[in-house]
């Protein structure tokens, strides 16, 4: 069995990677970032992150920092906000 796991994962080693990244569930919600642009420039607070799920139509926010790691898996629902060390709204995108 172990035999096997390894060989599975030696497999995989410089593979190109996938076309695309794993979607969740289908929460309703599509994200639509171009409504969000609005917000730049404005700093991270709750009624700031109620006002971006109601503009852009996203069932969800992440708050992006700078150096925070964040995962690769593809979220139609969610709304990416980068923020500066300030909290001040970058960038929006979804995903």
Same mark, same amino acid.
């Given at each position: 069995? &172990?035999?096997? *796991?390894?060989?599975?994962?030696?497999?995989?080693? /410089?593979? $190109?990677?996938?076309?695309?990244?794993? +979607?969740?569930?289908?929460? /309703?919600?599509? =994200?639509?970032?171009?409504?969000?642009?609005?917000?730049?420039?404005?700093? @991270? *607070?709750? $009624? +700031?992150?109620?006002?971006?799920?109601?503009?852009? !139509? $996203? /069932? *969800? +926010?992440?708050?992006?920092?700078?150096?925070?790691?964040?995962?690769?898996?593809? @979220?139609?629902? @969610?709304?990416?906000? @980068?923020?500066? !060390?300030?909290?001040? &709204?970058? *960038? $929006?995108? =979804? !995903?």
């Amino acid at each position: 069995m &172990i035999m096997l *796991s390894a060989m599975a994962v030696a497999m995989t080693i /410089g593979a $190109a990677p996938p076309e695309t990244y794993p +979607v969740h569930g289908d929460t /309703g919600h599509v =994200c639509n970032a171009a409504k969000a642009k609005t917000l730049v420039g404005r700093k @991270r *607070s709750p $009624a +700031v992150e109620a006002q971006a799920l109601h503009l852009t !139509g $996203a /069932g *969800s +926010v992440r708050w992006i920092r700078p150096g925070m790691m964040v995962t690769m898996d593809y @979220r139609p629902d @969610r709304l990416n906000l @980068r923020v500066d !060390g300030k909290g001040k &709204i970058l *960038s $929006a995108n =979804c !995903g």
